[in-house]
């Protein structure tokens, strides 16, 4: 039997705080994704884009509130 590790709210903040976006502790995704994003707005992000690309690579290990996040205001906001 082969156990995955989920990408759960946590890991998607750390990951994002990661890259220089500050985002408080239990901040849920939808909210991580929103502060990424103004951020990504207001001053850049480098290596957002390409994290976002790497984990719509792993939808299938993916929370689906991690993923309807990145789906609703990472993907439209980097494009």
Known sequence: ?????LID?????RQLV???????EG???DTCARMALRRYI?????????QVQQWMQHTD????????????FL???LR
């Open 18 to 24: 990661a890259l220089g976006i500050r985002i408080p």
């Open 42 to 50: 207001e001053v850049g992000v480098p290596g957002l884009q390409s």
């Open 27 to 29: 901040s849920c995704p």
């Open 9 to 13: 709210g946590e890991d998607f903040r």
């Open 75 to 77: 993907l439209p906001g």
């Open 61 to 72: 290990i993916m929370l689906p509130s991690v993923r309807q996040a990145i789906e609703r």
């Open 1 to 5: 039997m082969m156990i995955v590790d």
